[in-house]
């Protein structure tokens, strides 16, 4: 994606792991661009050692979200941001970002907190914890009645309740003299991890608010993957031949073009209409055959209101057949 714009798209094997398209994306586009530098913007499955140190050999630069859990560096990071300077990604948004020192010389890091994800995230947390507690609290009681005794039973038991709610997150239990023992202590380090993501670069002149728009464009990605697989109907695939596949997407992929390129006239001629509703909107109009007398002829329905708005933001007048 460039500015919005879909310029090129790849097919890869799907067991092939995500850190391994790093190294064939950046050759093809330097060999079909001629790019001389890239800034690759990659989400957490993109990160490895690997591709960290070929980007850096290269001279390209990068642009990484990191894991938040089970990685003691990122936690720190949040923690420093605690008591860092934030400031807002922009008037309209209540999102806001932190600089905060790296691991290593070079690195910068950038803690966002997002506001509409903070809200989410806690409400997701508030339901887990709940239903979990509850059935822990129904599982002790079993163990106390002498219901249940063998530790393997008792220790599978808490582990599909722990992995039914993401229990495993913000509960730690052990089995103490027949009774269970639960300890929500990682609830606190949830609730510090909620709302945020981390983003890793070593770029020099890219300030806070420019690596935070850069890396949120990787949701306008995602959204294009969701519009090729629902709306435009890349899948189900329903070819065998690794050729035939790849035209396949090559043609979905032209589709997602003029889906973009509907979504931007749209908002130039200011209608509130997502490309979806635009789609649905032109459906209306039909390819008409009709006798008149004993004369065939053929024509096109106006279609509705909106059809006929949509048609006027992209200067089309003539409907002939």
């Known amino acids: 994606?460039?500015?919005?714009?879909p310029i090129a798209h790849h097919v890869f094997q799907g067991n092939r792991h995500d850190s391994e398209t790093v190294l064939p994306i950046v050759a093809d586009l330097e060999k079909r661009f001629g790019l001389r530098r890239i800034v690759f913007v990659g989400d957490r499955g993109m990160v490895s050692t690997a591709n960290l140190g070929f980007l850096w050999s290269q001279g390209h630069g990068f642009l990484f979200g990191l894991r938040r859990r089970r990685s003691p560096e990122v936690l720190e990071y949040v923690r420093k941001a605690q008591s860092g300077s934030w400031q807002p990604c922009s008037p309209e948004e209540k999102d806001?970002?932190?600089?905060?020192?790296?691991a290593l010389p070079g690195q910068r890091i950038f803690v966002v907190e997002s506001a509409e994800r903070l809200a989410y995230e806690q409400a997701m947390r508030e339901r887990d914890v709940t239903k979990t507690r509850e059935e822990l609290g129904k599982l002790a009681k079993r163990i106390e009645k002498g219901e249940l005794r063998n530790r393997e039973e008792i220790g599978s038991c808490v582990a599909r309740i722990l992995s039914l709610h993401r229990g495993h997150r913000y509960f730690r239990w052990s089995l103490r003299a027949g009774k269970l023992q639960v300890s929500e202590e990682p609830v606190e380090t949830e609730k510090l991890l909620e709302g945020k993501y981390v983003i890793l670069t070593e770029e020099k002149d890219l300030s806070p608010l420019e690596a935070v728009r850069a890396y949120k464009e990787l949701s306008e990605v995602?959204?294009?993957f969701r519009k090729l697989k629902d709306v435009l109907e890349l899948r189900p695939i329903y070819h065998h031949n690794p050729k035939r596949v790849r035209a396949h997407v090559f043609v979905a992929a032209l589709a997602f073009l003029l889906d973009r390129l509907l979504e931007k006239k749209l908002k130039a001629a200011n209608l509130p209409f997502s490309s979806e509703q635009a789609w649905a909107a032109l459906r209306t109009?039909?390819?008409?055959?009709?006798?008149?007398?004993?004369?065939?002829?053929?024509?096109v329905t106006a279609?509705?209101?909106?059809?006929?708005?949509?048609?006027?933001?992209?200067?089309?007048?003539?409907r002939e057949p």
Request: hydrophobic share 40%.
């Open 1 to 5: 994606m460039a500015n919005g714009w």
């Open 96 to 102: 806001r970002v932190c600089e905060v020192e790296g």
């Open 222 to 224: 995602e959204r294009a």
């Open 285 to 299: 109009i039909h390819l008409v055959d009709f006798s008149f007398g004993s004369e065939k002829r053929r024509g």
């Open 303 to 318: 279609g509705n209101h909106q059809a006929r708005q949509i048609l006027s933001a992209l200067r089309i007048s003539a």
